[in-house]
């Protein structure tokens, strides 16, 4: 029992634990707070798989962005609490079942038919983290050059969609 | 310190967030809940991608969790638009309302 696996141990039950509250949580200002905290925990989980730039990224874009964006969207409706609608009774253990079935599913194609208890690669050579950034940088501008100008474009496209979405039309109540 | 984690843990931990993901899509009905179900859901993949970036010693999975990250903030941004519109047309997201495709 090293260090690194109790690091993990811990991580995995922060992780599950957040993404449960995510799942029963009635008030949705809650739920996106968990989701921020499940979020930070995969953020520790790159960090330790030596990608410190995914890493950094996924607090910024994810933790940082795009639940600022939720919250955000979340107070301006008003919608914390919805009021209990008609509820289909079969619906929640029918989606437990399937939910199960999914992760049998994944669980038996990863470790049965993989066979995947492979240990990762040369554990003993610690990741060099300014090399692996370097290498990084010049893979993602020289190879992949134009999906990254592709994905700018792909931003640009959705502000404007989402602008003309939002726009309302003249003399219509908002 | 040095030894580390087998992969297999980090595809664990992903499948099963994944699972909890697609589970909340399948039993929420809040539409602000089932989008952040599915943010889950493309988080675990991303897990799985730099975890298998890490076992095959190749940048390329890490590259790829990137472009991933910016599509997915792309596409938050429009679907949280929708649901504005939604709610201006019917005064309130209830996922039940949203049985027509004619607003």
């Given at each position: 029992m090293n260090l690194t696996l109790i690091l993990f141990i811990v991580l995995a039950a922060v992780a599950v634990a957040s993404a449960a509250g995510l799942l029963v949580s009635r008030n949705t200002v809650y739920a996106a707070l968990f989701l921020v905290l499940n979020f930070a925990t995969v953020a520790v989980f790159y960090l330790l798989l030596g990608a410190p730039f995914i890493a950094l990224a996924q607090v910024t874009i994810y933790a940082g962005a795009i639940m600022v964006l939720f919250l955000f969207v979340i107070m301006l409706l008003g919608s914390e609490k919805l009021p209990r609608g008609?509820?289909?009774?079969w619906q929640r253990p029918m989606a437990i079942v399937l939910a199960a079935v999914l992760l049998a599913e994944a669980g038996f194609l990863l470790f049965?038919?993989?066979?995947?208890?492979a240990t990762l690669?040369?554990?003993?050579?610690?990741?060099?983290t300014t090399e692996t950034l370097r290498t990084l940088g010049m893979t993602l501008f020289n190879q992949y050059l134009l999906p990254f100008e592709v994905t700018s474009v792909l931003l640009l496209v959705a502000m404007v969609g989402v602008i003309v979405l939002t726009k309302k039309e003249k003399g219509e109540q908002g | 310190m040095n030894q580390t984690i087998p992969l297999s843990y980090y595809l664990a931990i992903s499948a099963v967030l994944f699972a909890m993901g697609t589970l909340g899509v399948l039993i929420r009905r809040n539409p602000l809940i089932i989008f952040m179900s599915v943010e889950l859901m493309l988080n675990s993949a991303n897990l799985a991608f730099v975890a298998f970036a890490r076992s095959f010693g190749v940048l390329t999975g890490q590259i790829f969790v990137f472009f991933v990250m910016t599509v997915s903030a792309a596409e938050v941004a429009v679907g949280l638009a929708l649901i504005v519109i939604i709610f201006r047309n019917k005064h309130s997201i209830n996922i039940d309302l949203m049985n027509s495709l004619k607003g």
């Open positions: 008609l509820v289909l009774p049965q038919r993989l066979r995947l208890t690669a040369n554990p003993e050579a610690s990741v060099n | -």
